[in-house]
């Protein structure tokens, strides 16, 4: 196990292969990749991570078979783009977030972590009635 692998707070990435390129800051995680951290869970077939001149993470972008588990709410998707910075989280290629039966999908979904703003381009929505929720808003709106 990697140092701080067992501290609970720790993100911990997993994966095939890692390739470093340190001319470029970037570290490209290949095959089976697995993210698991306190607040999510991401697999998917790539993860991408641009760092900055002080080292801390930009960007991270997972490609491919894109699976998100955030507690009761998950999303799949073929990319999703995360810049620390500004909390935006884009996804693309057939996105789609789920709880229990109720779901939201587009062409693109655009979340504004830091504004608590959700933008869905060609969306479409499932509600279940009788389901137990707070309906759409309980599949997008993060705890």
């Known amino acids: 196990e990697p140092a701080g692998a067992a501290d609970t707070n720790a993100t911990v990435i997993r994966a095939r292969r890692l390739e470093f390129d340190y001319a ?3 570290a490209v995680f290949e ?13 998917s077939d790539t993860l991408t991570v641009v760092f900055s001149a002080e080292n801390e993470p930009e960007t991270l972008t997972a490609a491919g ?5 955030q507690t009761e709410r998950r999303a799949t998707c073929e990319r999703a783009v995360y810049t620390v910075r500004s909390g935006l989280l884009v996804l693309t290629g057939e996105p789609r977030m789920m709880r229990g ?6 062409t693109r979904i655009v979340f504004r972590r830091d504004e608590d703003k959700l933008t869905v ?18 599949v997008v709106k993060p705890r």
């Open 24 to 26: 470029r800051r970037t």
């Open 31 to 43: 095959g089976d990749v697995v993210v698991t951290d306190p607040q999510v869970r991401i697999e």
């Open 65 to 69: 078979n894109v699976r998100i588990q």
């Open 101 to 106: 039966n109720e779901s939201i999908a587009g």
């Open 121 to 138: 381009d060609n969306a479409r929505v499932q509600l279940v009635p009788g389901q137990r929720s707070g309906g759409w808003q309980d």
